[in-house]
């Protein structure tokens, strides 16, 4: 059972993240916000960031968090959904290229989430990681 912590208060996170036995996914909130927590790391993934750089995703290695995406997210709208991908595309990059781990929640079917992955531009390595 994985623990998802959803808060905007920088120290209720943190605490809750202190008193948590099982592994935690945090729910990604603004920049600032997830800025200072994978500075405080201690969790396994930062889950959705809408505003990935490469000095989050450097901080997020550092401290072993993987970037998560939850595809039950996905939107049904053709621009939201548009959007959604290119923002996946990018977070990709960048997760690549700083030697982040990422990992993609809630696919239906691990052979097509993988295929899903090398065709956003993941390396395979990176595409192994997000489904296991």
Do not use: W
């Amino acid at each position: 059972m994985v623990e998802i912590i959803n808060t905007t208060k920088i120290e209720q996170a943190k605490k809750l993240i202190k008193n948590s036995k099982q592994p935690i996914m945090l729910q990604a909130q603004n920049y600032e916000f997830n800025r200072k927590i994978l500075e405080y790391g201690k969790f396994q993934v930062l889950l959705n960031p809408k505003q990935l750089n490469h000095i989050l995703a450097k901080t997020a290695a550092k401290n072993n968090v993987s970037v998560g995406f939850d595809l039950s997210e996905l939107p049904t709208d053709k621009k939201e959904k548009a959007q959604f991908i290119s923002k996946l595309i990018e977070a990709i990059k960048t997760c690549r290229k700083s030697k982040t781990q990422i990992k993609l929640l809630n696919s239906k079917d691990k052979k097509d989430a993988f295929s899903f992955l090398i065709s956003l531009g993941a390396s395979t390595s990176q595409a192994k990681q997000a489904i296991s």
